[in-house]
């Protein structure tokens, strides 16, 4: 809008200028810079007000480092659209719309195909596409916000295969059903129902389902639950963010792992209750996107781990490399624990049994911690179910 107005005060100045000397050729110039001055910004506004832009995401869900397709359709009045630009959020820079927009050559309407990435994990507030409209002088410009509310997308942590160093190091061994971890002797009170499994004792079907016609079931004991791995979340520390957001890939890599291979469950930082993951992979999305929101820093709350898992495996995931591991990680007759940290913080607390993500595990004695509360490190005590 400057520009206009400088241009249409010079033309005011240059028709003084013809008066005062009484110079006719100067009227026409003085003239024709008066009409492009006030012109311009009454074409742009006039163009500009019918216009209409709009976003639709593909999805409002996207893991780091996969691409998300938006699309945003452009509408335009009668008067077509001198010079437009579209800017948005997900586009690396300005689209320009003049062609396809114009009064003469374009059409009512343009759509803009748009692929972005993400290369970290987080929620993302995306506001409105914005239609920048201008004359071909660049002399005024009108700003036209989209419709619609602010979108928001969820950029999840992406997963990888779980490289382990060792054969069964850490990992549960499978059996031909699916199942990771056999019942301890001692589970004896009653939890449920699941369907039939094949292997099971004669003794744990149960037989009034089976005359109802709901099938083969089998009792679930209340033991079944401490026997499914479970995977801890510490996004406590001064760690870099890198840090950070290596360990949460790593705990999302190790949780579709155990899932896929028997079923496991997963604490978050401040959460007083693990959230079970099956075979099937109910539960998984829930939990991918609470692992996208976890947040670091010292005053972040830790996983309340209590003594419900006495007979599980542990993969403790910490995003600083912990100078206390929790007492109840390690506390006598617990399974085995394998600490799970970035690469690079510090020394490492033994050899590695598995790497992914940017992290490695470590197997700890699970037989208590030392008096000054440093887990005590050690290769795998056994190649045991993980």
Not at 42 to 53: E, F, K, M, T, Y
Not at 262 to 289: K, S, Y
Not at 304 to 310: F, K, M, S, V
Not at 372 to 380: C, F, L, Q
Request: charged share 20%.
């Amino acid at each position: 809008m400057r520009r206009a107005l400088a241009v249409a005060a010079g033309g005011v100045l240059l028709t003084l200028v013809a008066l005062t000397f009484d110079s006719a050729p100067l009227f026409v110039p003085g003239v024709a810079f008066i009409a492009i001055g006030l012109g311009a910004p009454l074409w742009v506004r006039l163009s500009a007000g019918p216009a209409v832009a709009t976003r639709r995401l593909q999805d409002d869900r996207v893991v780091e480092g996969e691409p998300l397709e938006a699309m945003v359709d452009i509408r335009r009045g009668v008067l077509g659209l001198p010079g437009a630009e579209l800017r948005d959020p997900l586009a690396p820079g300005a689209v320009p719309l003049s062609v396809p927009l114009s009064l003469i050559r374009g059409g009512r309407a343009a759509h803009v195909r748009i692929v972005a990435r993400f290369s970290r994990r987080g929620l993302r507030r995306l506001e409105p596409p914005t239609l920048i409209v201008r004359d071909p002088l660049d002399l005024a410009s009108a700003s036209i916000a989209g419709t619609g509310p602010p979108q928001e997308v969820l950029v999840l942590p992406r997963t990888e295969r779980v490289r382990w160093r060792a054969r069964h190091a850490g990992r549960a061994p499978q059996h031909s059903t699916g199942n990771s971890y056999t019942e301890p002797m001692a589970a004896v009170d009653v939890d449920g129902l699941r369907p039939y499994r094949p292997g099971t004792p004669a003794s744990r079907i149960h037989w009034p389902a089976l005359a109802r016609g709901a099938g083969l079931l089998e009792r679930r004991l209340e033991a079944d639950r401490d026997t499914r791995p479970l995977v801890v979340v510490d996004a406590r520390g001064s760690a870099p963010q890198t840090a950070l957001d290596a360990a949460v890939r790593a705990a999302a890599s190790l949780v579709l792992e155990l899932a896929r291979t028997g079923g496991c469950r997963v604490l978050l930082p401040g959460e007083r209750r693990a959230t079970a993951i099956e075979p099937n992979l109910i539960g998984w999305p829930q939990v991918h996107a609470r692992l996208a929101l976890v947040e670091g820093g010292p005053d972040t709350r830790p996983p309340l781990l209590d003594g419900t898992a006495r007979l599980a495996t542990v993969f403790y995931v910490a995003a600083n490399s912990p100078e206390r591991v929790p007492a109840p990680v390690l506390a006598p007759g617990r399974g085995e624990v394998v600490l799970v940290l970035p690469n690079g913080l510090g020394k490492p607390p033994g050899n590695a049994i598995f790497e992914v993500s940017g992290c490695s595990g470590f197997a700890l004695r699970a037989v208590g911690a030392p008096r000054d509360g440093r887990p005590a490190a050690s290769g795998p005590r056994r190649r045991s179910a993980a």
